[in-house]
């Protein structure tokens, strides 16, 4: 039973570039969640997707947008990069059952520094 | 007031003997608790939820939930060196449906061998 994966691994960019981050959800999931979590802090809400559209929306700005895709699988995408957004950044997918969430399981992870 | 509060450690118990790591949450109306294991530089891992008031236990580890002073725990029995890690309290808001996780910034245990 495959778990949450991420690609890439590790990324360096410099300010003023964008980045994709890629996610594919645990096999049977169908929600997938992203969070970006600083050094030293705890994970912080980015936005959340059910059946390709933006469910929910943390307090982060329009340059962080994302997708999710018919197969559930899920990319993140921050423009004009600051390095403020030097982090890692987690993708979590769980299950809607009955219009409730089950618990999210987080994947490896994302380093992103910016330079 | 932070939405989930933490001690930030570090937590620091002897090899056998009980870690106890404590959170408070703001939103009286959060729902679904848990707590996330984390190794340094990997990724959340689960350990436990809770959603009803009173004990959970699972192996080594027990959750406790009072809604009522807004309070959440976990309990390691038999510390291991291998429990030494960042512990994450999470909370879901005030429906059940497809809630976002809001963290606290986490406790850092170190196992004494």
């Known amino acids: 039973d495959a778990g949450v994966t991420q690609s890439p691994t590790h990324l360096i960019k410099t300010r003023g570039q964008q980045v994709t981050l890629r996610c594919s959800p645990k096999?049977?999931?169908?929600?997938v969640s992203w969070y970006q979590q600083a050094l030293g802090q705890g994970p912080q809400f980015i936005f959340q997707?059910?059946?390709?559209?933006?469910?929910q929306r943390g307090n982060f700005p329009d340059r962080f947008s994302g997708h999710q895709f018919p197969n559930y699988s899920s990319e993140l995408n921050v423009n004009a990069l600051l390095l403020g957004d030097s982090a890692l950044y987690l993708c979590?997918?769980?299950?809607?059952?009955?219009?409730?969430?089950?618990?999210?399981?987080f994947g490896p992870g994302t380093r992103l520094t910016v330079l | 007031q932070k939405e989930v509060e933490q001690n930030s450690g570090p937590l620091s118990v002897p090899e056998g003997a009980i870690a106890s790591l404590n959170c408070t949450y703001s939103?009286?109306?959060?729902?679904?608790f848990f707590w996330y294991r984390q190794y340094s530089g990997k990724s959340p891992e689960l350990i436990m939820f809770?959603?009803?008031?009173g004990d959970k236990e699972d192996g080594r580890f027990t959750a406790q939930l009072n809604k009522a002073s807004q309070y959440v725990s976990l309990l390691i029995r038999d510390s291991q060196p291998s429990d030494s890690a960042t512990y994450l309290c999470?909370?879901?808001?005030?429906?059940?449906?497809?809630?976002?996780?809001?963290f606290g910034t986490g406790t850092r245990l170190t196992i004494i061998p």
């Open positions: 979590a997918s769980s299950l809607e059952l009955a219009g409730v969430q089950d618990t999210q399981y």
């Open positions: 809770i959603y009803s008031n």
């Open positions: 997707y059910y059946e390709e559209e933006e469910r």
């Open positions: 096999s049977g999931h169908d929600t």
């Open positions: 999470a909370v879901t808001g005030s429906n059940f449906g497809n809630e976002k996780l809001t």
């Open positions: 939103d009286r109306g959060s729902q679904s």
